[in-house]
Structures are given as structure tokens and as C-alpha cells.
């Protein structure tokens, strides 16, 4: 399943499963603390999709490397 996050202007699609809809709400909520994180929303203008897979987001960005971060 896809669902579209926005942080800082910017919409990114993220993927997640249906069994660990949960975690979307952990994304969103991690999302608001990072939000006056500057290295963070640096980061943010690169990512090209996030993927969901339990309590770990995975950030792809264009050039194929990823940054993992812990949601929950």
C-alpha cells in the first residue's frame, strides 16, 4: 500500500504494508519532533521515497544510497 507524507513543503510516497499501518502514525509523529532538525530537512530535499517495514523507516534517495531511521 502507498500513502504520501509532506514535511517542509515536500510530498514523498511512502510504502508501507498493510499489517504495520501502525507505524505510519510513528513516521508522522517522528516527523514533527525532527522538524526543527536542520541536517534533517537538508536531508529531506534528497529523499526520493521512504519505505516502512516495522518500527524502521528507510529512506531511499535518488542516487540509490538509504538512511535508516527508528520510528518508535
Known amino acids: ?3 504520501v507524507i509532506t514535511f517542509s513543503k515536500r510530498s514523498v510516497p511512502v ?3 498493510a499489517e504495520h499501518h501502525e507505524s505510519f ?3 508522522n509523529s517522528k516527523l514533527e519532533k525532527m522538524a526543527l532538525d536542520f541536517d534533517f530537512r537538508k536531508k529531506w ?3 526520493k521515497s521512504v519505505q516502512m517495514i516495522r518500527d524502521v523507516a528507510i529512506f531511499q534517495y535518488a542516487d540509490g544510497t538509504k538512511l535508516y531511521l527508528d520510528v518508535s
Request: glycine share 0%; aromatic share 8%; proline share 0%.
Open 25 to 27: 502514525e510513528l513516521l
Open 15 to 17: 510504502y508501507i504494508t
Open 45 to 47: 530535499k534528497r529523499i
Open 1 to 3: 500500500m502507498m500513502k
